[in-house]
């Protein structure tokens, strides 16, 4: 089921930035963890870094590699997706997605945004 709003995406170049967005109702936003999965073409959607407000934590697979940061604004129930120093590996959908708990979160039981398209070109 699709509740989450997001926007941003787009095509760049190697090495450029992006700024994504995800807005989720109220009772999402307060009661569960959020982040981001990634889905490059022909692969399995991926989570890659998961913001938990409540308790306070961030956390990031190693394929980040502090190249992406995770933030989030609670007076607008929104969670952001910094990405910098982009590759061409990095293209394909980016999906906000969230939930109570981070085992579900990485397991993929989420609620979910519809995803936008990211392009980087060489």
């Known amino acids: 089921q699709v509740q989450l709003v997001e926007s941003g995406g787009g095509s760049v170049q190697t090495g450029g930035s992006l700024r994504r967005s995800c807005t989720a109702p109220?009772?999402?936003?307060?009661?569960?963890?959020m982040g981001w999965f990634h889905q490059a073409p022909g692969k399995e959607r991926e989570g890659f870094a998961l913001?938990?407000?409540?308790?306070?934590?961030?956390s990031y697979t190693p394929a980040v590699n502090d190249r992406f940061t995770i933030s989030h604004d609670n007076a607008k129930n929104t969670v952001y997706l910094q990405m910098t120093r982009l590759k061409p590996e990095d293209s394909g959908m980016y999906y906000c997605?969230?939930?109570?708990?981070?085992?579900?979160?990485?397991?993929?039981?989420?609620?979910w945004g519809r995803g936008t398209q990211v392009t980087v070109s060489s």
């Open positions: 997605a969230a939930a109570e708990y981070a085992y579900q979160f990485w397991r993929g039981d989420n609620y």
């Open positions: 109220e009772h999402i936003y307060r009661s569960n963890c």
């Open positions: 913001e938990c407000v409540r308790i306070g934590t961030i």
